[in-house]
């Protein structure tokens, strides 16, 4: 059973445009939310993060926000560059689970377009 | 470059066989974690060691063990290899693997079970 999905496998946009990928979580024992990017031959990378008594968060061109309602966040890229071209994998945790370990969403592949 | 190296990058072996995964966490992390990512699947945790002791178990195979050595090094031994077991194996590190730390991956090791 899938705890956290990100439902579409790729994406493309313009560049300069804005990127919005989504996820989904199932368990609301999560209180902390990742986006981790990820280039070929390489391991993922931290990309941003938000905990849940927050509803955005903020770092230069990456903002993610979180509905916890509706279980679900979305990170957004304003603008779009080349370079973000790479597999964005959502990731969650919570603090009771005694040890920090990150449930990871399958990944949306974006493609920025020149 | 995130500091966490892992060796081999690739690794072709055959059913039946068992292999030996080896991280080195970034200097002065003291927590590792083992990830594996099969075929259109997202990470999956497997096991977390932190400072030589495990501190807990994901979805790992009784066929697969981990040890964390006293220079922190890890290394995660796959028996009785199937097909499925086919897949990229990352490791992270963390300082203490404390809530919310920001785990840095290695690269991975790509196994391919023939």
């Known amino acids: 059973d899938q705890q956290v999905k990100q439902n579409s496998p790729s994406l493309s946009v313009q560049e300069g445009r804005i990127s919005i990928l989504n996820c989904d979580y199932t368990?609301?024992?999560?209180?902390?939310f990742l986006w981790y990017k990820k280039y070929p031959a390489e391991g993922p990378t931290f990309l941003i993060s938000i905990s849940s008594i927050k509803d955005k968060n903020e770092d230069g061109r990456f903002t993610v926000f979180l509905n916890k309602s509706a279980k679900h966040l979305s990170l957004h890229i304003v603008p779009s560059q080349p370079g973000d071209s790479a597999v964005y994998f959502c990731?969650?945790?919570?603090?009771?689970?005694?040890?920090?370990?990150?449930?990871f969403g399958k990944g949306t592949k974006l493609s920025v377009i020149p | 470059d995130s500091g966490v190296t892992q060796t081999p990058k690739h690794l072709i072996t055959a059913t039946g066989q068992r292999v030996t995964l080896r991280c080195s966490p970034r200097s002065g992390d003291l927590s590792v974690y083992w990830y594996q990512q099969s075929l259109d699947q997202g990470l999956q945790f497997l096991i977390h060691y932190y400072n030589g002791e495990e501190r807990a178990k994901g979805n790992i195979l009784e066929r697969f063990s981990a040890q964390q050595f006293p220079d922190l090094h890890s290394e995660l031994n796959l028996s009785s290899l199937e097909l499925g077991d086919s897949a990229l194996y990352f490791c992270?590190?963390?300082?203490?693997?404390?809530?919310?730390?920001?785990?840095?991956f290695g690269p991975g090791t790509r196994l391919l079970v023939l």
């Open positions: 990731a969650a945790a919570y603090s009771g689970a005694g040890s920090y370990q990150l449930t």
């Open positions: 368990n609301s024992m999560f209180d902390y």
């Open positions: 992270a590190s963390s300082v203490t693997g404390g809530y919310q730390e920001t785990q840095y």
